[in-house]
């Protein structure tokens, strides 16, 4: 159990004061209250971990007062502390019999009342209710992946919010479930607080996916980079703290910046480039997105999952952003040259959609995932020349592979990195799965989703 809430109830402001200071030094999240009447009130309210009770208080006898809080269903079988002056055995066996879980008798030694704290805890096994998810905000929810979430979301019977700027993601996207009961969108801007924090008030879990998409707009907005991925993301980060909403927020395999240690583990150095190459700009700033959540995690005990993608890939994305499969195939299928930046030889894993919403949603729901970093990826990897080769293959297409410097697309200061691969030990670990569609499944089914959407292409 993760800091346990515990409600410790005695007349004496002292008693309370000195027991909270010493509790919340343990990580313990403490409510003290004096007035016994109030108490009751908070309990049918709101629930906590471990009731501390002291028996002896002048508004309500303390047998009383256990009486009434084993009534109410909220509390009956909340773990419970008796605190008392008596050393008499017979009010010890009267409380442990009206089922209190431990009778201390003052004054105790401090390290003896936090051990039997401790131990009434872990023998109760006691777990708070979990709040039924109902309402789910999508930031970026028109987006690649942020429709294919929402489109699985409403498939099983949640209410989805999407809040997007549309300045990267489309109407397009979420056309086939715009006109569901159980879906809004709501076009904004995650910077915008009134907007945001209206939206989590009626939210009961959020994906945070918005952020800048592809490597040339990342490069011709810098400074929008910067400002949207961090920004937004504490503005998210600082309202679902104060409700208390589980956030899933979405990184990039781009963190590990320039590392040269394959695969990339979670808990690896990251080596990011200078600031005057604009690339580095996105990595930074998911970078310390990811930094934000775990403060948020830590300090405030916002249940976070941070999850870092590897190139996921499929159906409705779209190339204009740089995206390289969606560029293939559409000069493949036009019989346009496939423009290869660089020597071909940069080395990359493609996950497909199905596989990320997936293994997503089993994170989401995972008590392990919380305040974890995971990797989200496929560990097969592909070149960019072999796969350019490949999406020829799939599509027999005449066109002619160009190999061209990245100069020409994207300036004179571009910095490529040569080979980014997964390590997927702590994804198996605590989803139990990890993408399984290889790269030629991914093309086929791509192949086959152009067949029979040839008006896609357009959209590329």
């Known amino acids: 159990m993760n800091n346990p809430r515990i409600l410790i109830i005695d007349d004496d402001k002292d008693v309370t004061d000195l027991v909270a200071v010493r509790l919340k030094s343990h990580g313990f999240r403490i409510i003290a209250m004096n007035d016994p009447l109030d108490a009751l009130e908070y309990l049918k309210k709101d629930t906590v971990d471990l009731i501390i009770l002291d028996l002896v208080m002048p508004k309500i006898d303390g047998y009383e007062m256990l009486r009434k809080i084993r009534s109410n269903k909220k509390t009956k079988k909340v773990p419970l502390i008796v605190l ?33 704290v401790k131990l009434v805890l872990k023998k109760f096994s006691y777990q708070p209710a979990i709040k039924k998810i109902k309402n789910i905000l999508i930031t970026g929810g028109a987006g690649f992946i942020g429709s294919a979430l929402s489109r699985r ?20 996207n979420i056309k086939d479930i715009s006109n569901n009961r159980n879906f809004r969108l709501i076009i904004g801007s995650i910077t915008d607080e009134t907007i945001i924090s209206k939206a989590i008030e009626e939210s009961d879990l959020i994906y945070h996916l918005a952020a800048t998409v592809g490597v040339k707009n990342v490069i011709e907005n810098p400074l929008d980079t910067v400002i949207y991925d961090t920004i937004g993301t504490s503005i998210v980060l600082k309202y679902a703290s104060a409700k208390g909403v589980k956030v899933v927020l979405t990184s990039t395999s781009e963190v590990y910046g320039k590392s040269k240690k394959y695969p990339f583990k979670e808990d690896d150095d990251v080596i990011i480039g200078p600031p005057d190459i604009n690339r580095w700009s996105y990595a930074c700033s998911k970078l310390l997105d990811e930094f934000f959540a775990i403060g948020y995690y830590r300090e405030r005990k916002l249940p976070v999952v941070i999850i870092r993608f590897f190139n996921v890939v499929g159906p409705g994305q779209v190339g204009r952003f740089g995206m390289v499969i969606p560029r293939f195939f559409k000069s493949a299928l036009e019989d346009q040259p496939l423009h290869v930046y660089g020597d071909g030889k940069q080395e990359r894993c493609f996950t497909y959609i199905d596989d990320v919403i997936d293994i997503m949603l089993k994170l989401s729901r995972s008590p392990k995932a919380v305040g974890e970093v995971i990797n989200l990826g496929s560990d097969n990897l592909i070149s960019i020349k072999n796969l350019a080769c490949a999406i020829k293959r799939v599509t027999k297409s005449s066109s002619k592979i160009v190999f061209e410097p990245y100069q020409k697309y994207y300036g004179d200061r571009f910095e490529d990195v040569k080979k980014r691969v997964p390590d997927l030990a702590k994804l198996k670990s605590i989803a139990g799965v990890i993408p399984q569609t290889s790269i030629p499944e991914i093309l086929e089914k791509m192949n086959q989703y152009f067949a029979d959407n040839p008006e896609e292409l357009s959209r590329l």
Do not use: C, H, W
């Open 84 to 116: 008392s002056a008596k050393s008499d055995q017979s009010d010890k066996v009267n409380a442990l019999n009206m089922g209190a879980q431990d009778y201390i008798t003052k004054p105790y030694e401090p390290e003896e009342f936090l051990a039997r």
């Open 153 to 172: 979301l409403i498939a099983d019977g949640y209410q989805v919010t999407v809040i997007d700027d549309l300045s990267t993601g489309s109407k397009e």
